[in-house]
């Protein structure tokens, strides 16, 4: 692989470990370059200039070099903009990069994805409705990793959702009408209510819940999501 220098490019820390003794291997989520690993050296020293500044949820703009499969990070600016975020916003923030991290390919550019992520950071920081921002970002990743069926019509006839009808969401195959084993039931209502991105009805949010949580569990092979068990125990408490 070439060579290359990227410079002032939009990009989120989605994930950091170390690596050797001072370094770091940062999962980078770019909004032209997609998701790719980058190696920050020396990020552990005391004196390093990355030192506060591989923040989680925070935009910046990073420069990076190489050609292998792991590249160098060369320098990162903070641009501020988004509140730091805490409690049950913050563990959400945790569960947007954990999918990205799951379900997006490394190098596979998205940058309308890129500004939706930002999009559900503002909203998080800004104390929106959790299950609204969630949502919204859960099937707009579905929808650009091509996961998502179309929702506004059959797809066992062609015929359009009607909104006072039930249907079935079959994964593999979309919306059909009738009982179908293996799919998930839901209301033409819903169906049209997402087709068209409203995620503000609060009567419907069960069914989006289902639905994206289907769909996510099926793309995931079975994997279990850390950030929704820590959800989970962090609610109980």
């Not at 002032?8 to 989605?14: H, I, N, R």
């Not at 994930?15 to 940062?26: G, M």
């Not at 792991?70 to 569960?95: C, F, K, N």
Request: aromatic share 8%; no cysteine.
């Amino acid at each position: 692989m070439a060579r290359q220098r990227i410079e002032q490019q939009p990009a989120f820390v989605l994930h950091t470990q170390p690596w050797r003794e001072t370094s770091l291997i940062v999962e980078l989520f770019s909004r032209d370059h997609g998701r790719l690993p980058l190696v920050a050296k020396g990020a552990r020293r005391p004196t390093s200039a990355f030192r506060g500044a591989l923040m989680g949820f925070q935009p910046l703009l990073a420069d990076w070099s190489g050609g292998g499969a792991v590249r160098t990070l060369a320098r990162v600016e903070w641009q501020g903009g988004i509140p730091l975020l805490g409690g049950r916003a913050l563990l959400s923030a945790y569960y947007l990069n954990e999918l990205l991290v799951q379900l997006m390919p490394r190098e596979d550019a998205h940058p309308a994805l890129f500004d939706d992520y930002l999009a559900a950071l503002k909203a998080l920081a800004a104390g929106g409705r959790l299950e609204s921002v969630l949502r919204r970002f859960e099937f707009a990743l579905l929808a650009a990793m091509g996961y998502l069926p179309r929702l506004d019509l059959r797809a066992d006839t062609g015929e359009p959702v009607r909104e006072d009808e039930r249907y079935i969401l079959i994964i593999d195959e979309g919306v059909v009408s009738g009982r179908r084993a293996g799919g998930v039931p839901v209301s033409g209502g819903a169906l049209l209510q997402l087709a068209r991105g409203d995620y503000s009805d609060a009567g419907r949010q069960a069914e989006f819940k289902q639905l994206s949580r289907t769909l996510i569990s099926h793309h995931l092979g079975g994997k279990e999501l850390q950030s929704r068990r820590v959800f989970t125990e962090f609610a109980e408490l």
